[in-house]
């Protein structure tokens, strides 16, 4: 049996070398517990992995960690580790798709996944990048607005780290709801993309 944590990482790796997963990757993840493998089966889908076990029901719900990081995977497969994403809308519609059925799935494991790779990898806020974060919010919200509206905002605030990068900073100008963007943080995403070609879209945003 495969290590979820070994699996994750082996996988991560690939997806940032190649955008692609391995036959190897793919047998990897067959071999994870019941219910790791569940959890990762519609995002191993999206990335070309077939088994039995997409459309299986788990004995009980994935856990979190699971479902983020599934949809990591999923993202990184778009070249987020890069400034040069590549989708359309079709792709995202999948994406959105694999993410919120996966077991108790929703738009919060999907942002919590996006935050992470912007971090971890910190690819620059490019055009391309800036276009990709406001399409991916703007179908959460308009075709999943109750699952948006659930997602724990405070949590993601946090989640920033405290010296954000760039992308992460654009993505919380147009993912977080004003109500919950608190004022250091609002300073935070101004300063931080003053110097950029986004500045007056930040300080547009902001004011509202």
Same mark, same amino acid.
């Given at each position: 049996m495969t290590d979820t944590t070994t699996f994750i990482r082996q996988a991560e790796l690939e997806l940032c070398n190649t955008r692609t997963i391995g036959s190897s990757t793919c047998q990897a993840?067959?071999? !994870?517990?019941? &219910?790791a493998r569940t959890a990762f089966a519609r995002a191993m889908?999206? =990335?070309?992995?077939?088994s039995s076990e997409t459309g299986a029901t788990p004995s009980r719900p994935a856990s979190e960690s699971d479902r983020i990081a599934a949809a990591r995977l999923m993202l990184l497969k778009l070249g987020l580790a890069t400034d040069d994403p590549r989708w359309s809308s079709d792709? !995202?519609?999948? =994406? =959105?798709?694999?993410v919120l059925e996966a077991p108790d799935g929703s738009v919060g494991d999907l942002l919590c996944a996006l935050v992470g790779v912007l971090g971890d990898y910190s690819p620059e806020l490019s055009k391309p990048m800036a276009a990709f974060i406001k399409d991916l919010v703007v179908r959460c919200f308009t075709r999943h607005q109750r699952s948006y509206e659930s997602v724990n905002w405070r949590r993601l605030v &946090?989640? !920033?780290?405290?010296?954000?990068t760039k992308a992460q900073l654009y993505l919380a100008l147009h993912a977080i709801p004003p109500q919950f963007v608190p004022a250091q943080l609002a300073d935070t995403i101004a300063k931080g993309l003053e110097a950029t070609a986004f500045r007056d879209e930040?300080?547009?945003?902001l004011a509202v």
């Open positions: 993840w067959d071999n !994870l517990s019941g &219910e889908a999206f =990335l070309g992995c077939q792709v !995202l519609d999948r =994406l =959105l798709k694999a &946090e989640s !920033l780290s405290s010296n954000p930040a300080v547009s945003t």
